[in-house]
Structure formats: structure tokens, C-alpha cells
């Protein structure tokens, strides 16, 4: 099956959103999705961006029987080892089910590999749910390392209402001295 893979532009959010709300029906966490595609032009297109994505575009022939023609994204941005360096991370790559095993999600991978080793990162990090084993075995097949199980690292978050309570402590505790 022919496929391009591309650097999306801000006319594909309502498409990148579409394939979000995909991905997170897979994941069995629908409820949780916030974000609109007004904020993904916002947060990937604007003066100060917070993201990139490749979109994979099939040709018009082989289009979903809904008319679409995006069909599969991978959402990326950059961050920073303090004991390596420059990181490229892969928040989501989500090829839709029924073009799965033409090397969709392949291409996108590398091209992320791509993308990071031309800026010098020294790894691409990313996060599987541990449930979900085609993608961490397709992971593992390609060279991946799983963390958790060779180093013990767990992904730890502060959502919305425990980031508000921590922005509002001080950060020390005074003492007086009697």
C-alpha cells in the first residue's frame, strides 16, 4: 500500500484530533481526553509550540470508508537528560486498526529516529501501557528497552489539582529560632 508520511500542518488538527480520540478509545481512556483542535493548532503551530507530528496520508484510492485519508499520527517533542543530553519523545504514534501491518507505524518510527538523531539526541523515550503487548512486543522487535523491567522506572505524574496545591507551597519551611 502506497503511504506518505508527513510533517503535519495546522489544517490537520481536526484529522490529528479524530485519531486521538481513536487512540484513546483503544486505550480504554476516552473520558480523559481534554483537548480540543483548537488547542492542538494553538500548542503545534503557533509563534511558541510545544510539539510536533507526522501524519501518514494514504492516497484518495485507498481512503477510509469515511472519506479520510490521514490515517495515523505520531505526536512528538523534545526534552533533556540531565545525565545524557538532548531526548526526542514520542508521546503517541496510533495507526488506525484496519492499516495496520502495511508499515505505517514503522516509517513513522523512523522518521522519528530520524528526526532525533539530526538533532543530536542520544535516545528516543516513549510510554506503553502494560497491557497492551503487540505494542510493546513491536517496540521490543525493533530494538526498544523496557525500563520497568531493566531498571525499575516508574512514570510518576502531578495532575492539575496536586500541580496547584504543590505551585502554592513555598518550597521550604521556616524556623524560628527560640
Known amino acids: 500500500m502506497n503511504f506518505t508520511i508527513r510533517h503535519a500542518r495546522s489544517c490537520d488538527c481536526e484529522h490529528i484530533m479524530r485519531l486521538i480520540m481513536e487512540l484513546a478509545v483503544y486505550e480504554n481512556m476516552s473520558e480523559q481526553v481534554k483537548i480540543t483542535s483548537k488547542e492542538l493548532e494553538r500548542d503545534g503551530f503557533s509563534n511558541h509550540t510545544f510539539f510536533k507530528c507526522l501524519v501518514a496520508e494514504v492516497p484518495e484510492e485507498h481512503q477510509t470508508k469515511e472519506g479520510h485519508t490521514i490515517v495515523g499520527y505520531c505526536l512528538y517533542f523534545y526534552t533533556y537528560s540531565t545525565w545524557e543530553g538532548c531526548v526526542i519523545y514520542m508521546e ?20 522519528i529516529a530520524q528526526i532525533g538523531r539530526q538533532s543530536e539526541c542520544v535516545r528516543l523515550q516513549f510510554s506503553v501501557l502494560n497491557w497492551n ?18 531498571e525499575g522506572w516508574h512514570a510518576m505524574r502531578f495532575e492539575v489539582a496536586a500541580m496547584e496545591k504543590l505551585a502554592q507551597m513555598t518550597g521550604a519551611t521556616e524556623h524560628k529560632n527560640s
Open 92 to 111: 503517541d504514534l496510533y495507526v488506525m486498526p484496519e492499516f495496520r501491518g502495511n508499515g505505517i507505524g514503522k516509517a513513522m518510527m523512523c522518521r
Open 133 to 150: 503487548k503487540p505494542s510493546i512486543e513491536f517496540y521490543k522487535s525493533h530494538g526498544a528497552l523496557d525500563l520497568t523491567e531493566k
